[in-house]
């Protein structure tokens, strides 16, 4: 994969949309590396016991999966060295064929003193934004 540089790397610049599919297995994989147990993500009973419409993906999943679309697109993980978000609403992940996340970006800002870019992250489940406020800096070549 080919490391973004400045020179190729304007305000205004997009990438995708990516769709990151998402389904029950993901979440159960994604629940025993990280620890998070939490039955919402794995129960559709207690899921609907509690409010939801049904069983919904991790914030940090989706999160992480908004993440993983930026690191390939600038290139490499370390050059992400700021990603944060507001989790505006839940992805949820019916059992049958789950759900697909979709990711664009907008470079907003380029520092060509520090060569690092600002770049507006969009998120969006069936045509939501699930994500909010993500914004992601980028270290350029």
């Known amino acids: 994969m080919a490391v973004r540089t400045l020179q190729q790397t304007g305000v205004g610049d997009t990438f995708g949309p990516v769709s990151v599919p998402v389904r029950r297995e993901t979440l159960v994989a994604y629940a025993k590396a990280s ?3 939490n ?9 609907r016991s509690v409010g939801l419409p049904d069983v919904i993906a991790h ?3 989706t999160m ?3 993440g993983s679309v930026v690191e390939e697109w600038v290139g490499d993980g370390g050059r992400v060295v700021e990603f944060g978000t507001r989790f505006t609403k839940p992805v949820v992940v019916p059992a049958d064929g789950g759900s697909v996340v ?3 970006g907008v470079v907003k800002a380029v520092d060509e003193e520090t060569g690092r870019a600002t770049v507006d992250v969009t998120v969006t489940c069936a045509g939501e934004k699930v994500l909010g406020r993500c914004q992601a800096v980028v ?3």
């Open 64 to 66: 992480g999966a908004a």
């Open 35 to 37: 620890g998070d147990q």
């Open 39 to 47: 039955p919402i993500h794995q129960d559709e009973a207690f899921a």
């Open 59 to 61: 914030g940090m999943w």
């Open 102 to 104: 979709e990711v664009s």
């Open 139 to 141: 270290q350029l070549d």
